[in-house]
């Protein structure tokens, strides 16, 4: 007897919010699936408002509230029993944060709990991840957010090293990263992938999986550092206009692609990998499975 439930993750970035809502398949005797049923991404910038004022505007606060409210009635008509929603960076560094997260649950009625970093890679790991890695090989996975990027090596199916740095797109585009952020990444990044060898990269995050996109490969197929940087050089080429008219880029994706293009290069450039693979997860991935296995 097949069992059908929905669950419901949403993931409150720095650049936009998502609402991903997932079937949970239980078969007796086979592994639980999760199969996405819908996602619905908002594009709300926080980041601009929390890493250059050090608060969410209210602006910005009416349009979570709208945001929310319709996510409420997209997970009603859905029929979801269960749902997690999750805020990362720009959440956590605004000094109103957890006022806004009161106003959202006196006004849509949805709870948000605001995790650190190390936390958003635990989860992001409770995805497929696992499902993707094979037990003789090392790879380094790099998911680029707005406000942080979250650094994780794995070694036999196992993870042995994990970092958060506030190295991310939006925080790059208002020149917030020093030098001595990109020297602490690569440092880290030499240092915890020195004794391993032949090192595969896996990059999760919207930026990457529009590359992989623009790319037309085949899901199993990597992408190379030398694709990779002919594509920076080539959107560097273009201006912000140049990339939504010919490129047909989001508006909000046509300025943060080439800062998470440099993050992926020079994390390649520092662990030595020479391919880079793109499983479609994410943190909305890992919230559905941490909450089915509770784990959050």
């Known amino acids: ?112 709990e605001i995790i650190d970093g190390k936390t958003e890679a635990a989860i992001i790991a409770s995805s497929d991840l696992h499902n993707f890695l094979k037990t003789d090989q090392t790879y380094l996975y790099v998911d680029v957010g707005g406000g942080s990027t979250e650094f994780s090596l794995f070694s036999e199916g196992k993870m042995v090293a994990s970092k958060s740095f506030k190295n991310g797109t939006v925080r790059l585009l208002n020149n917030m990263v020093t030098d001595i952020v990109w020297q602490e990444i690569e440092k880290w990044i030499k240092t915890v992938t020195e004794d391993y060898e032949n090192i595969t990269m896996i990059g999760s995050g919207g930026n990457i999986n529009k590359l992989f996109k623009m790319s037309g490969k085949l899901q199993d197929k990597p992408l190379s550092f030398l694709y990779l940087n002919s594509q920076y050089q080539y959107l560097n080429s273009l201006s912000y206009e140049q990339r939504i008219a010919e490129l047909g880029l989001n508006t909000d994706r046509a300025d943060v692609i080439i800062p998470a293009t440099r993050i992926y290069l020079n994390a390649m450039k520092w662990s030595g990998a020479r391919h880079l693979y793109v499983p479609k997860i994410g943190l909305s991935d890992g919230i559905v499975k941490a909450m089915y296995y509770e784990k959050i």
């Not at 007796?28 to 004022?53: E, Y």
């Not at 910005?60 to 997970?75: E, G, H, P, S």
């Open 1 to 112: 007897m097949i069992s059908i439930k929905k669950y419901a993750a949403i993931d409150i970035g720095s650049n936009a919010m998502r609402l991903l809502i997932a079937n949970v398949v239980e078969q007796p005797g086979k592994d639980t699936q999760f199969n996405k049923s819908a996602l619905i991404r908002v594009p709300i910038r926080l980041g601009q408002d929390a890493f250059t004022v050090g608060e969410i505007s209210e602006e910005n606060i009416d349009r979570m509230v709208d945001a929310m409210k319709a996510f409420q009635l997209l997970m009603k008509v859905y029929k979801v029993e269960k749902y997690k929603a999750c805020a990362t960076s720009a959440m956590r560094e605004a000094y109103n944060g957890k006022e806004v997260t009161g106003i959202i649950r006196e006004k849509s009625e949805i709870d948000i």
